[in-house]
């Protein structure tokens, strides 16, 4: 720093010798040139940065001048204050010592919130031994505050599983459905009953309708257990909404096999949240994209869907496999890639060439 602020004074040293060669008038001018210059930054900007040479240089050379020169100035005996008690903090700034207990490990604070995060009904007791029982004692009031800091609640209340952790570990048990309507050309509505199981995500598209009657939709129950025939054995829960159109009869047709009927609350589609994002998905990649014109075609439509669906699209739930569709060996060989398209190029299947 010590060897710039010599090599810069040399530097203005010479430019000022070299201002002695110039006329008085050449000087006047460039003197207001430069205020006028001055004059336009000042609006523009409010606290200009200096560096320490700009601070150096500024600082030394108003003191040449008279004092009612120095009211224009872009510095004032406030700027040299502080930036005096700038120098004195630097000056005496020496590296801190950390008081009190070293900082927890990261390694270790993982350590605690991976069995919070993967067992919610566990508190910072239920933790502490388990942690004793991999070799690690850690104080109850450190994993009290880790937990806390984290925003888990250290000792929650033992009230039973989450919708979420019921559905997950039911999944293999579980189908659920529900309605979804579609306009037509002519603005007429119409209504689609679906069924998706929880496990394998198959759907079943049971029928399209513009009048979906109690009677009906009783009717598409009983198709859908003739269609499963033996495998309804699998399934012990029915997840559906309170919709009018459930009656009684509805649920006969699924309580004769032994399959219990779970009611979502009201206005809680996430409570049905596999169903809702099979909908979901069928209005994004098919049902916004077509004009559906009856019906009829709207059946054609779902059905090749349907079909789509199961026997092809990819799932993150399944591993990027299909509900009817296995994933094939890893190959690294060059293979051929076709493709197939679907309901007039909406939907692209892909397949190697054997």
């Not at 209340?157 to 048990?173: D, H, I, M, V, Y």
């Not at 047709?253 to 979502?264: A, D, N, P």
Request: hydrophobic fraction near 45%; proline fraction near 6%; include cysteine.
């Amino acid at each position: 720093m010590g060897l710039g602020l010599l090599y810069l004074i040399f530097v203005r040293l010479v430019g000022w010798l070299a201002l002695l060669g110039r006329s008085d008038r050449s000087k006047d001018i460039e003197i207001l040139v430069l205020r006028h210059q001055l004059a336009v930054l000042r609006r523009q900007v409010s606290r200009p940065r200096w560096s320490w040479a700009d601070r150096a240089i500024v600082t030394a050379l108003p003191g040449l001048l008279p004092k009612a020169r120095r009211a224009g100035m872009l510095i004032t005996p406030g700027t040299l204050l502080r930036w005096h008690a700038d120098l004195v903090k630097r000056r005496w700034t020496y590296k801190r010592r950390s008081q009190g207990r070293p900082p927890l490990r990261p390694a270790l604070r993982e350590l605690v919130l991976r069995p919070a995060t993967e067992n919610p009904p566990w508190g910072y007791r239920r933790i502490v031994g388990e942690l004793a029982g991999l070799g690690r004692k850690v104080a109850p009031s450190t994993v009290w505050a880790i937990l806390k800091k984290a925003g888990i609640d250290p000792a929650p209340r033992q009230s039973g599983p989450t919708w979420g952790e019921f559905l997950k570990a039911q999944a293999a048990g579980i189908v659920a459905c529900d309605f979804f309507s579609v306009e037509t050309i002519t603005l007429a509505r119409l209504y689609c009953f679906a069924v998706v199981e929880h496990a394998t995500r198959r759907v079943h598209v049971l029928g399209v309708t513009a009048h979906p009657t109690a009677a009906w939709v009783t009717q598409q129950a009983r198709n859908l257990l003739l269609d499963l025939d033996d495998q309804v054995d699998r399934f012990a829960f029915l997840i559906r909404d309170r919709d009018t159109r459930f009656t009684a009869g509805f649920d006969a047709v699924f309580q004769s096999e032994g399959i219990w009927i779970i009611k979502t609350p009201v206005r809680a589609p996430r409570t049905n949240a596999i169903m809702e994002r099979w909908v979901g998905s069928v209005r994004r990649e098919i049902l916004d994209r077509i004009l559906i014109i009856n019906a009829t075609h709207l059946r054609k439509v779902l059905a090749e869907y349907e079909d789509h669906f199961n026997a092809h699209r990819p799932h993150r739930a399944l591993n990027q496999a299909g509900p009817l569709r296995p994933l094939p060996a890893l190959s690294d060989a060059d293979t051929k890639v076709t493709r197939r398209d679907r309901l007039a190029g909406l939907l692209h299947e892909y397949s190697q060439v054997a």
